[in-house]
């Protein structure tokens, strides 16, 4: 059975930092990409950044260069270092991880930007 655990969310002040990290286990074939999707209340869930297997990154404009994904290959590892946070990133922050056996989530993680 696969899982993704994420830790680091949690509550910062506005303009803080925190970084969320995310390790998968169980038997996954061939991992393509890893990445970070967010839900904020009443709002669909959507892509905040992703990684490939290559090392390519993509973000979502809204990240606008504050944001920074990375990954560990050997510990099947994605993090993601978010600073100069601001209460438009208040959300669940999930991890995501595509391979050839699947689409997997983790349970998410909250993150909660408030003075």
């Known amino acids: 059975q696969v899982q993704l655990v994420e830790s680091g969310g949690g509550l910062v002040q506005p303009g803080g930092s925190l970084r969320l990290s995310c390790a998968a286990s169980g038997v996954i074939i061939n991992v393509e990409s890893m990445g970070w999707f967010r839900q904020a209340p009443g709002k669909q869930r959507e892509l905040v950044a992703d990684i490939t297997s290559g090392g390519r990154t993509s973000y979502a404009q809204f990240v606008k260069g504050r944001f920074t994904i990375s990954r560990d290959h050997a510990k099947r590892a994605v993090y993601l270092q978010m600073n100069n946070l601001n209460p438009d990133h208040t959300a669940v922050y999930y991890c995501?991880?595509?391979?050839?056996?699947?689409?997997?989530w983790g349970q998410g993680t909250q993150v909660a930007v408030s003075s």
């Open positions: 995501n991880l595509v391979a050839w056996s699947g689409n997997y």
